[in-house]
């Protein structure tokens, strides 16, 4: 049973460009999460959704930021416009939604920098 | 008030020292907890679940006291491979709130 799988492992965007970061959650599991770790900072929530449903996005930055979880297929964030301060690691996690047993398993994450 | 705090550390200790750390939660009706370690670079990952009043797992011990709205995770002999940073996370109806963690750096 594989993990959670995040690729890519890294990725390097010029100013301007678009970032497009794809999660496939555990066998089994139908929540996922996105998170955004900067240097020497906590995990910052930024995403939660459900297939084909954005449950809640209230740690998403109000431009540029997008997540989709398509009934087909892995989660995606995508950043548009890419900007140096967008430069972290981003992870996802999954979870087979128990309620208040619910447990996130993480990805390796992406780390994204920005040139 | 944040909704979680922990006390960021580092906190120093040697080889072999027992160390605990301990999380507050502002919301009463939270309802799971977790403590979770994340290492240099890498992503968190599970430690212990705290459902109830509290549970061992070998060497590490979490506790929940809910009148006073605090977690704590305990380390006895503690060892090299223990340095990481810890998290704590608490479910409030149904959504999981992070602490920003504690670093831990265990000493030779």
């Known amino acids: 049973n594989a993990g959670v799988m995040q690729n890519p492992r890294h990725l390097v965007r010029r100013r301007g460009q678009e970032a497009r970061l794809r999660c496939s959650p555990m066998?089994?599991?139908?929540?996922v999460y996105w998170y955004r770790q900067l240097p020497e900072e906590g995990l910052k929530f930024m995403v939660y959704l459900q297939k084909e449903n954005i449950i809640d996005e209230s740690g998403m930055p109000k431009e540029r930021f997008s997540a989709e979880f398509p009934k087909e297929g892995p989660s995606i964030l995508r950043i548009q416009q890419v900007v140096r301060g967008d430069s972290a690691a981003y992870f996802c996690a999954s979870s087979p939604g128990l309620g208040v047993r619910d447990i996130q398993y993480f990805g390796a994450g992406t780390r994204l920098s920005v040139l | 008030r944040k909704e979680v705090e922990q006390d960021p550390g580092p906190f120093n200790v040697p080889e072999g020292a027992t160390v605990a750390f301990n999380c507050t939660y502002s919301?009463?009706?939270?309802?799971?907890f977790f403590w979770y370690r994340q290492d240099c670079r890498k992503e968190p990952k599970l430690l212990m679940s705290?459902?109830?009043?509290?549970n061992e797992d070998g060497r590490f011990t979490a506790q929940l006291n809910r009148a006073s709205q605090y977690i704590s995770l305990l380390i006895r002999d503690s060892k090299l491979s223990d340095s990481a940073t810890y998290l704590c996370?608490?479910?409030?109806?149904?959504?999981?709130?992070w602490g920003a963690g504690t670093k831990l750096i265990i000493k030779p």
């Open positions: 705290v459902y109830s009043s509290g």
């Open positions: 996370v608490v479910n409030i109806n149904y959504q999981l709130i």
């Open positions: 919301n009463s009706a939270s309802q799971s």
């Open positions: 066998k089994g599991h139908s929540h």
